[in-house]
């Protein structure tokens, strides 16, 4: 297996295209209401990356799938497939997944919005698995392993009582959607490929209330619990650094340093 290492020009390029991912995730937040459907949102993205952004929606058609962005509600894991009849409600969590291409290279990232006034749990689960995401993101250093990734976001997950997706994971990323290697969010520290400066990826772990168990619902897509508890999900598209991470699609809500 080999992992492609990007050129400066490559890099400058995944830059271009994260923050373009990133400032749509921004302007979707303003979206985010109780009555809206999710086919709205969808269209709203699917308009400004056309139209605002002159970039590719790299979602729309990729082996099939229809629409512009994922839209995954509650027990939705992931690719979740926006709707015109259906519309968010308070408390309820949304994860929007927008994966853009400018310039032949794409920016993947995602974040798990709450609608209105959440419960305990659901707030919860959403801040965990932020946290779980960037302890992920601390551990990208040359020399690291992809272990140590799966390592950080397994324990802080079940440290807290929920559990991680297995079926799912991130993905090397550039030229290509989805790449060597797989990234996977459980494992043990030092297993796996060595981290080397250059390689590009995403972390997006997903984490369940209830058990990992997920079920693949007959559109050949949606992604729900099996025991349809809470499930959230964040992601980011990183580069390793000579001397650590850069988050690619940076937002400005991060709550960690862009670089470490
Ligand atoms: N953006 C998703 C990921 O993080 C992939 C979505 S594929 C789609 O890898 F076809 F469902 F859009
Ligand atoms: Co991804
Ligand atoms: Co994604």
Not at 41 to 49: A, D, K, M, S, V
Not at 252 to 260: A, H, L, M, S, V
Request: aromatic content about 6%; charged content about 25%.
């Amino acid at each position: 297996m080999s992992i492609e290492i990007k050129t400066p020009a490559d890099i400058e390029k995944m830059r271009v295209v994260g923050a373009l991912a990133a400032e749509q995730l921004e302007m979707t937040e303003a979206h985010i209401k109780p009555g809206i459907s999710t086919g709205e949102l969808n269209r709203i993205c699917h308009e400004y990356t056309i139209n605002e952004q002159q970039a590719i929606p790299a979602s729309l058609n990729y082996r099939g799938f229809p629409k512009s962005i994922c839209t995954s509600v509650n027990h939705v894991v992931c690719h979740g497939i926006p709707n015109d009849e259906k519309f968010l409600k308070q408390g309820d969590i949304i994860n929007v997944d927008v994966t853009l291409i400018k310039d032949e290279f794409h920016g993947d990232t995602s974040k798990t919005f709450i609608v209105g006034k959440p419960s305990i749990l659901a707030k919860r689960l959403v801040s965990i698995c932020k946290e779980t995401l960037y302890l992920g993101i601390q551990q990208v250093k040359p020399g690291n392993h992809l272990g140590d990734i799966g390592h950080a976001t397994q324990t802080h997950a079940e440290k807290n009582r929920f559990s991680v997706v297995r079926e799912y994971c991130g993905h090397g990323i550039g030229r290509v959607f989805h790449d060597e290697p797989q990234v996977v969010h459980y494992g043990k520290p030092g297993t796996g490929i060595e981290l080397l400066p250059g390689m590009v990826f995403t972390i997006e772990p997903m984490i369940n209330a209830g058990k990992a168990t997920v079920k693949l619902l007959s559109d050949d897509w949606t992604v729900v619990t099996k025991d349809h508890k809470l499930t959230a999900q964040w992601e980011h598209t990183i580069l390793v650094t000579d001397t650590g991470y850069e988050i690619l699609t940076y937002r400005n809500d991060d709550t960690i340093p862009r670089c470490g």
